[in-house]
């Protein structure tokens, strides 16, 4: 699951609509957890995202930051991930909302 902090914090991988080339491992990330960018504040809710990502697959987490303008989307499997990444239509209908795989930064001092 996403978590906010420095222990297994998850970042995005890249700034792009499509980080890292599609569904295909991006920066080496097997996981199914995708980042969310540049979110208007008034849909970055659970409701929302929920309802975006749940088309694609089972949803397991969504962490929200708000004023920062991002989330993280945790999928129950890789190909669910795959497929919300890969769809063509833009996320809830915003073409300034960008996706990218997310990556696990390591804990520090554990």
């Known amino acids: 699951a996403a978590q906010g902090g420095a222990d297994g914090e998850a970042t995005a991988a890249a700034p792009s609509r499509?980080?890292?080339?599609?569904?295909?491992?991006?920066?080496?990330?097997e996981g199914s957890s995708l980042h969310v960018g540049n979110v208007p504040?008034?849909?970055c809710d659970v409701g929302n995202l929920m309802g975006h990502f749940g088309k694609f697959g089972?949803?397991?987490?969504?962490?929200?930051?708000?004023?920062?303008?991002?989330?993280?989307?945790?999928?129950?499997?890789?190909?669910e991930a795959v497929a919300a990444l890969d769809a063509p239509e833009p996320?809830?209908?915003r073409?300034?909302?960008?996706l990218g795989w997310a990556?696990?930064?390591?804990?520090?001092g554990r």
């Open 91 to 93: 996320v809830m209908g």
């Open 58 to 79: 089972r949803v397991l987490n969504v962490k929200l930051y708000p004023e920062a303008r991002y989330a993280f989307v945790d999928f129950s499997s890789r190909l």
């Open 41 to 43: 504040r008034e849909l």
């Open 95 to 98: 073409p300034e909302i960008r």
């Open 18 to 29: 499509h980080a890292g080339g599609r569904g295909r491992g991006a920066a080496g990330f």
């Open 103 to 108: 990556t696990r930064q390591p804990a520090a």
